[in-house]
């Protein structure tokens, strides 16, 4: 079975210039999950959906950051305006279903660097 | 004072030796922990959960849970050099969870270098 996918692999833009970022989580999974991962800050949530909604979006730093998920497929994390700082690696992971004890299953990473 | 502490390390250990991995946590209330591996330029992948206190053992690792000291640990036996990577360390911290009980807080992770 495939795992999480996300495209692109890595994406280099100029600031100011909008970044959209794709994920497709494991097939049947109900729960999705938006990291980002940065030396200084670790690895952070941003955002989780359940059942495409949206259910805690606490981590999401500012406007600039929104996220969506269409339908059970496909999530997208959308940067406008990208600034330098938005510069680090972004996971999707997913899971299938809720629980304490349930195993988050991470995809490959998006590589952003905003110059 | 931050949620999950972790030394960054790096730690370094001999091939054979136990590398022994350690976490703190700030949240009383947090149910279940996670020990995830990353290797450079990889994403993590889980290793291990505990939520009872005591020992849990999986093969060469052990993860060890003390609820009363808030500290979580993870043993790595017979240590070999593809285990050479960076640890994090995840909690599940109810008091972030907004109504739910789902939300992973990590660490930074500790860098583990294992010597042939």
């Known amino acids: 079975d495939a795992g999480v996918i996300q495209s692109p692999r890595h994406e280099v833009t100029e600031m100011g210039q909008e970044v959209t970022l794709r994920c497709k989580p494991i097939?049947?999974?109900?729960?999705l999950f938006w990291y980002r991962q940065t030396m200084m800050r670790g690895l952070e949530l941003l955002i989780y959906?359940?059942?495409?909604?949206?259910?805690?979006d606490s981590g999401m730093p500012e406007d600039r950051f929104s996220a969506k998920m269409p339908n059970a497929s496909f999530s997208t994390l959308k940067i406008q305006p990208s600034e330098p700082r938005d510069s680090a690696v972004y996971f999707c992971?997913?899971?299938?279903?809720?629980?304490?004890?349930?195993?988050?299953?991470f995809g490959p990473g998006t590589r952003l660097l905003v110059l | 004072q931050k949620e999950v502490e972790q030394n960054s390390g790096p730690l370094s250990v001999p091939e054979g030796a136990i590398a022994s991995l350690n976490c703190t946590y700030s949240?009383?209330?947090?149910?279940?922990f996670f020990w995830y591996r990353q290797y450079s330029g990889k994403s993590p992948e889980l290793i291990m959960f505990?939520?009872?206190?005591g020992d849990k053992e999986d093969g060469r690792f052990t993860a060890q849970l003390n609820k009363a000291s808030q500290y979580v640990s993870l043993l790595i036996r017979d240590s070999q050099p593809s285990d050479s990577a960076t640890y994090l360390c995840a909690v599940n911290s109810l008091k972030e969870a907004r109504g739910s009980n789902y939300k992973l807080t990590f660490g930074k992770g500790t860098l583990l270098t294992v010597n042939p």
């Open positions: 959906f359940n059942n495409n909604v949206p259910i805690d």
């Open positions: 949240d009383r209330g947090s149910q279940s």
């Open positions: 505990i939520y009872s206190n």
């Open positions: 992971a997913s899971s299938s279903r809720g629980g304490v004890t349930e195993t988050q299953y």
């Open positions: 097939s049947g999974h109900d729960y």
